[in-house]
């Protein structure tokens, strides 16, 4: 299975913030991380409010029922040329063995689903940054395979 937990995107949503290097400036993307984590409430997950991550951009917890215990993933949202969403599995357990669960999986799947329904957003390409080559290969989904 191919999985990118990154997702490169353009947005018809105004550009709010600045560079967040500049003192007292809130970085950009504020709005479009509040856009994304009501598609979350949509799809049924419980997502904290985003918060300023400095020169990370926004980022917020989801939680996802499941997966003996259920998980947390930790999304954010970064503005440099395009948008650009990561949805990372926060569990150390699982990176170590290199395993995507179930649920980690179908909220990558929901999740583009939504994007790509949405008039808000749009060009959405997903790629594993650690996948490789320099330039990580862009798709329309994140997962491939089973």
Do not use: Q
């Amino acid at each position: 299975m191919t999985l990118r937990y990154c997702a490169e995107f353009e947005t018809s949503l105004p550009e709010v913030g600045g560079d967040p290097l500049d003192e007292g400036v809130e970085p950009c993307g504020g709005n479009v991380a509040i856009a994304i984590r009501e598609l979350f409430g949509r799809l049924g997950y419980d997502a904290d409010p985003p918060e300023n991550a400095g020169e990370h951009g926004w980022e917020f917890v989801v939680r996802v029922k499941g997966y003996p215990k259920g998980c947390r993933l930790l999304c954010t949202v970064t503005f440099i040329h395009a948008y650009d969403l990561t949805l990372a599995n926060t569990s150390w357990w699982d990176r170590v063995r290199k395993k995507h669960p179930a649920p980690y999986v179908a909220t990558l799947r929901a999740l583009a689903r939504e994007l790509a329904a949405d008039p808000r957003f749009m060009d959405v390409r997903w790629y594993d940054p650690l996948g490789g080559p320099a330039e990580p290969i862009r798709a329309p989904h994140p997962v491939d395979g089973v």
